[in-house]
């Protein structure tokens, strides 16, 4: 399973880089996990059936999200008008950003497999999966992104600390929402304990 922990700082790797709102205003990432943890997903690109799946299922665990003392904040590659796009079509009330020239996936190492890694038989199980719950793929526009990108998910904390980390494997690769939030939680626990 392609999970890690205790990755060390982010702050002045992926923190400094700048991500587009869907409004092409330029954010610090760094901003985004200044005031407290955030869970990261990054998506493969605005049409992905499995990032359409993902978000629908993040979307179940907001309010867990920010139970926990956290927000989710989504980031595809794709142009600030299909981000924009993105969140209303899926109802997303949580930041969603974008990343059009992939320098944060490239920070957090997230791979991008030639295009035969998409013949992996477990890429077309799940995407029967989710096509079974309605969500659709689209091909062919730039704009929604790199269809060649793979994506994760990452819990940061303030300061750049990045405690937890997912990266997707293949296409469809992703954590269970259950997994998310324990591990939400085990990385909140262990900074509410105090020092001995």
């Not at 399973?1 to 760094?30: C, F, K, S, Y």
């Not at 003392?69 to 796009?85: C, K, N, R, T, W």
Request: aromatic share 8%; hydrophobic share 45%; glycine share 10%.
């Amino acid at each position: 399973m392609p999970v890690t922990t205790n990755e060390g700082l982010i702050e002045h790797t992926a923190g400094d880089l700048d991500v587009l709102r869907p409004d092409g205003q330029a954010v610090r990432l760094g901003s985004v996990w200044a005031e407290r943890p955030v869970v990261l997903a990054l998506m493969r690109h605005f049409g992905c059936i499995f990032c359409k799946e993902q978000v629908a299922r993040l979307r179940e665990i907001v309010d867990d999200i920010h139970a926990a003392g956290a927000e989710l904040v989504i980031l595809g590659s794709g142009s600030p008008q299909m981000a924009g796009f993105f969140a209303e079509d899926y109802a997303i009330a949580t930041p969603v950003l974008t990343d059009p020239q992939r320098h944060v996936y490239a920070m957090l190492d997230t791979r991008r497999p030639p295009r035969w890694g998409f013949m992996d038989p477990r890429v077309a199980v799940r995407g029967l999966r989710a096509i079974l719950q309605g969500h659709w793929q689209q091909f062919g526009n730039p704009d929604l992104g790199d269809e060649t990108q793979l994506g994760g998910i990452f819990i940061v904390r303030p300061g750049g600390e990045l405690p937890w980390a997912h990266r997707s494997a293949f296409a469809g690769d992703r954590p269970s929402i259950v997994d998310v939030l324990d591990a939400l939680r085990r990385v909140m626990r262990a900074h509410a304990a105090p020092a001995s």
